[in-house]
């Protein structure tokens, strides 16, 4: 019971404990998500559930990498380091997850996203994703205090997820209420998922290089400590 009682206050004090607790979760849904969609891609042959599925096949695989690199920075002589190389790779792989979004973004464009729900649980649904945006745009900024380079690309990938749950909703409601008939909200459509790609792109990018940047300073003072 001690023990238990330990893990707990450990858990209320370390704020990026909490953080990696969190991931793990989210890691587990993105999977099912993931092989949800998978299922209804080979089912139905849809390009949107196929398409779909890689964006979460890779989100699942980001989020799981960065997860598992914490325990293993602990053991590592130079744990800082290994962070910065795992999140330099995860950095990379923001990028090709942000390719995956061409398709499906192209098909909301297109309105050609298959929409099985009515208006009510679209509100519904509108609601939890004004949630997830509040709350991950909260979490990108208070991991901004954290030392830990794991924990700011998780809450960063958090941000991009919910950027992108923010489309998905615009185009259901969009099918929900105009049937796909309006040229207009093409071109809104148009014009968020390309800001939304932006956005994400300049996040990708912006961890890369400090991925890269702070690795380099590592190494050069390594090298000035060695002589």
């Keep these: 019971m001690s023990r ?6 450990k858990w209320k004090r370390d704020r990026d404990l909490r953080v990696f607790v969190s991931a793990l979760g989210s890691t587990g849904v993105t999977l099912l998500f993931a092989l949800y969609n998978g299922c209804l891609g080979l089912r139905h042959g849809s390009l949107w559930h196929g398409s779909i599925c890689v964006y979460y096949v890779i989100l699942t695989a980001l989020r799981a990498m960065l997860t598992a690199a914490e325990p293993r920075a602990g053991k590592k002589q130079e744990p800082e380091r290994f962070r910065e190389r795992r999140c330099a790779f995860a950095s990379a792989l923001l990028l090709l997850l942000n390719v995956s979004l061409v398709v499906p973004a192209a098909l909301m464009v297109r309105l050609q996203k298959p929409v099985e729900l009515s208006l009510i649980p679209a509100i519904a649904m509108a609601a ?14 208070r991991s901004r205090k954290s030392a830990n380079s794991l924990v700011r690309l998780l809450r960063s ?3 991009i997820d919910a950027l992108v749950s923010i489309l998905t909703l615009q185009n259901t409601l969009i099918m ?16 968020t998922s390309g800001a939304v790609l932006l956005v994400n792109l300049a996040l990708a990018l912006a961890a890369l290089l400090r991925s890269l940047r702070r690795l380099r300073g590592s190494e050069i003072k390594e090298e000035e400590e060695s002589k």
């Excluded at 238990?4 to 206050?9: G, S």
Aim: aromatic share 10%.
């Design 128 to 141: 939890y994703t004004t949630y997830k945006v509040i709350m991950a745009s909260v979490h990108l900024k």
């Design 4 to 9: 238990k009682q330990d893990l707990f206050e």
């Design 176 to 191: 929900v209420n105009s049937a796909g008939s309006d040229g207009g909200m093409r071109t809104l459509t148009a014009l």
């Design 157 to 159: 990938i958090g941000f």
